[in-house]
């Protein structure tokens, strides 16, 4: 149904919302071409492999949902809603998470 209220309020509440400064739906930044492990940055050298345990462990907290799923599925021998359950999570999203992350 179509909402039937004051459209002026809604506009006011709309303006009321204070919004990020930043478009936090934007990547800090992008790779625009192959990074070698050292880059020169004012003199210094930045070693690239410090910083790759962070990236790394960024990267597998995929790896880590996809793991509690799988073990959850098959502790609860597939029953989606037991897993689910397990999960803290509805059978409708674990269902979802099942198919972004082709399990």
Same mark, same amino acid.
């Given at each position: 149904?179509?909402?039937? /209220?004051?459209?002026?309020?809604?506009? $006011?509440?709309?303006?009321?919302?204070?919004?990020? $400064?930043?478009? @936090?739906?934007?990547? $800090?930044?992008?790779? $625009?071409?192959?990074?070698?492990? !050292?880059? !020169?940055? /004012? /003199? #210094? *050298?930045?070693?690239?492999?410090?910083?790759?345990?962070?990236?790394?462990?960024?990267?597998?907290?995929?790896? #880590?949902?996809? *793991?509690?799923?799988?073990?959850?599925?098959?502790?609860?021998?597939? #029953?989606?809603?037991? %897993? %689910?359950?397990?999960? /803290? @999570?509805?059978?409708?999203?674990?269902?979802?998470?099942? #198919?972004?992350? *082709?399990?």
């Amino acid at each position: 149904p179509a909402y039937q /209220g004051n459209p002026q309020a809604i506009t $006011q509440l709309y303006r009321d919302i204070e919004l990020p $400064q930043a478009n @936090i739906s934007e990547p $800090q930044f992008t790779l $625009q071409q192959p990074v070698n492990s !050292n880059i !020169n940055s /004012g /003199g #210094k *050298d930045f070693d690239i492999t410090h910083h790759h345990e962070e990236v790394e462990e960024s990267l597998s907290l995929v790896e #880590k949902e996809s *793991d509690l799923i799988r073990k959850a599925l098959k502790k609860h021998k597939g #029953k989606r809603k037991l %897993a %689910a359950n397990e999960l /803290g @999570i509805s059978e409708r999203t674990l269902y979802r998470k099942i #198919k972004e992350l *082709d399990l």
